[in-house]
């Protein structure tokens, strides 16, 4: 099984930015792809950034292209996210997750929380006006 420990977050002012990275660690396991998702109080996950772990393609969602960029390290099992010209509106808990089983390579699974199988405890941004 694999943990998923994120780091990076905390509190900027508007047009700032911010790095979270997320380390995956556990005994025999293979990532096909890991992911950012974003949660604003009392709504469901959204998705916000994916990439593969073999090819490095990266999708985002239309909220985040331009602005924010999605990176790993296969050899650290690390994958990072760069957020620039943060906005008051990305303010929630971001969440790391991976696709350890291959479910990412079906249809759209990239972009829905149901491809990943793993997930971390949650990051939060805060973005201040």
């Known amino acids: 099984q694999v943990q998923l420990v994120e780091s990076g977050g905390g509190l900027v002012q508007t047009g700032g930015s911010l790095r979270l990275s997320c380390a995956a660690s556990?005994?025999?396991?293979?990532?096909?792809?890991m992911a950012w998702f974003r949660q604003f109080p009392g709504k469901e996950r959204e998705f916000v950034a994916a990439?593969?772990?073999?090819?490095?393609?990266?999708y985002y969602s239309d909220s985040v292209k331009g602005r924010f960029s999605i990176s790993r390290d296969n050899a650290k099992n690390t994958v990072y996210l760069q957020m620039n010209s943060l906005k008051p509106e990305d303010t929630a808990l971001y969440f790391c997750?991976?696709?350890?089983?291959?479910?990412?390579?079906?249809?759209?699974?990239?972009?829905?929380?149901?491809?990943?199988?793993?997930w971390g405890q949650g990051t939060q941004v805060t973005v201040s006006s």
């Open positions: 997750a991976a696709d350890t089983i291959k479910r990412t390579y079906y249809g759209d699974a990239i972009y829905d929380r149901y491809g990943y199988d793993a």
């Open positions: 556990g005994r025999s396991f293979s990532v096909y792809a």
């Open positions: 990439i593969t772990w073999r090819g490095g393609s990266t």
